[in-house]
C-alpha cells in the first residue's frame, strides 16, 4: 500500500511540475524575462578571425564582455580584436590556435570543454553555447559528411546540457544553436526555393539573433522559426509524405549550384 501511495504521490508532483511549466513558458513568451548581464564575463569564441566569429565578437565587445578570441589566422584575429576594442571592448585576448588539433588547444589556453567544465562545475556558473546546423536535424543529400559532425555536435551539448541538469548544476546554462545556410560563403551557390519561408541568412542577423538566445537563455534556437515546424512534421508524417513535402520546397536540389568558399587569390 505505501508503494502505491509514494507511486501516486510521484505521478500527482510529476503532473503539477509539469503544469507549472507550461504555464511558466505561457507566461515568459507573454512577459519576456529579463536579459542576463554578460558585462565583466569571459566569452571563448573559436573562429573568430571572420563570418559569424567576428559578428559575435563585435555583438559581445558592445555588451562589455571580456572577450577570448580564438582562430587559425593570426592576421584576421587580429584584426577582429581591433574591431572589438573600436567597438568598446575593454579586454580583448587574442590567441591563433587550430581548433581542430588538440595539441594546439591546449598549448593555447588548457581550455575545451573538458577543461571548461570542471571551473563552471566546481563555481556552478557558466554557459555553454554549440553552433551547430539545421544539417545536425535533418539530413542533407549533398551534405553527409558535414550533417555527420552537426549531428554529432548536437547530440554533445544536449548530453551536456543533461548531465549538468542531472547533476543540478542550475547555473550552468546550455544554448544550442541550428541555422540554416548563413551568407557567409561557406555555402556559395546554396539555394532555396521558398526564401519567405526558408531564407537564407543574413549573418549580422544571425549573430543578432544567437546572442538575443543567450542572454534569453534558451536551450534550442533554429533559425528562422519555420525550422521549428519542419521539425515538428518530421516528427509524426509518414515517411514518404515528408520525402514529398522535402521534394516540394526544393531542398533536395538546394546543393546543386553549390561552389564553396572562394579562396583568395
Known amino acids: 500500500m ?29 512577459i519576456p524575462k529579463p536579459l542576463k548581464n554578460v558585462a565583466g564575463e569571459i566569452v571563448l569564441i573559436t573562429g573568430a578571425g571572420s563570418g559569424l566569429g567576428r559578428l559575435l565578437a563585435l555583438q559581445f565587445a558592445h555588451l562589455g564582455s571580456v572577450l577570448v578570441l580564438w582562430d587559425i589566422s593570426s592576421e584576421t584575429n587580429e584584426k577582429t580584436g581591433q574591431m572589438a576594442r573600436e567597438a568598446g571592448a575593454t579586454r580583448v585576448h587574442v590567441y591563433t590556435c587550430d581548433c581542430s588539433q588538440k595539441e594546439e588547444i591546449y598549448r593555447v589556453a588548457d581550455q575545451t570543454y573538458k577543461a571548461f567544465l570542471p571551473a563552471m562545475v566546481a563555481n556552478n556558473h557558466g554557459h555553454l ?44 546554462k546550455t544554448t544550442i544553436v541550428c541555422p540554416f545556410f548563413i551568407k557567409t560563403g561557406m555555402f556559395e551557390g546554396c539555394t532555396t526555393r521558398f526564401p519567405t519561408l526558408l531564407p537564407i541568412l543574413e549573418p549580422e542577423y544571425a549573430a543578432r539573433t544567437i546572442v538575443d538566445g543567450i ?44 561552389t564553396g568558399q572562394k579562396k583568395k587569390a
Not at 504521490?9 to 513568451?29: N, P, W
Open 2 to 30: 505505501s508503494s502505491c501511495l509514494k507511486s501516486t504521490k510521484e505521478l500527482l508532483v510529476f503532473l503539477g511540475k509539469s503544469l507549472f511549466s507550461i504555464l511558466e513558458a505561457l507566461v515568459f513568451t507573454l
Open 129 to 172: 553555447v554549440c553552433i551547430s546546423s539545421s544539417a545536425g536535424l535533418v539530413g542533407i543529400n549533398g551534405l553527409a559528411d558535414y550533417c555527420a559532425s552537426k549531428f554529432a555536435a548536437v547530440g554533445f551539448a544536449e548530453s551536456m546540457f543533461l548531465e549538468t541538469f542531472a547533476e543540478k548544476q542550475t547555473g550552468i
Open 215 to 258: 542572454l534569453k537563455e534558451k536551450v534550442y534556437l533554429y533559425m528562422p522559426k519555420f525550422l521549428y515546424i519542419l521539425l515538428f512534421l518530421k516528427s509524426f508524417l509518414p515517411i514518404k509524405t515528408g520525402l514529398l513535402l522535402g521534394d516540394y520546397m526544393g531542398i533536395f536540389h538546394s546543393m546543386d549550384g553549390f
